[in-house]
């Protein structure tokens, strides 16, 4: 099993900054990647950034140039340095881990609990 926690999140004001961390523990081994999702009220939970076991960075359009991922793969960890946030970020942030079955037959999907972000005006 893979346990995810995440940290980091809470109230900001507009055209600031957070950063979320997420650290994996438990069966890590043949992770394919990790990453972001939000969910806003009312709306689908949406993909924010991923960064793959070759380190190759996925972002959603609306954050681009805004929101960076890295990891630390010492520490298990991984980071979303969160700038110039707008109204439009508050959300529930969840880590993703995406890592090989076994049997090396699928792909397992894990998610932390999810962290607050509020933007306000």
């Known amino acids: 099993q893979v346990q995810l926690v995440e940290s980091g999140g809470g109230l900001v004001q507009a055209g600031g900054s957070l950063r979320l961390s997420c650290t994996a523990s438990g069966s890590i081994s043949s992770i394919l990647s990790m990453g972001w999702y939000r969910q806003a009220p009312g709306k689908q939970r949406e993909l924010v950034a991923a960064?793959?076991?070759?380190?190759?960075?996925n972002y959603a359009d609306s954050v681009k140039g805004r929101f960076t991922i890295s990891r630390d793969d010492a520490k298990n960890t991984v980071y979303l340095q969160m700038n110039s946030l707008t109204l439009e970020d508050t959300a529930v942030y969840y880590c993703?881990?995406?890592?090989?079955?076994?049997?090396?037959?699928?792909?397992?999907?894990?998610w932390g609990q999810g962290t607050q972000v509020t933007v306000s005006s």
């Open positions: 960064i793959t076991s070759g380190a190759n960075t």
């Open positions: 993703n881990l995406v890592k090989w079955h076994p049997t090396f037959t699928r792909t397992n999907d894990y």
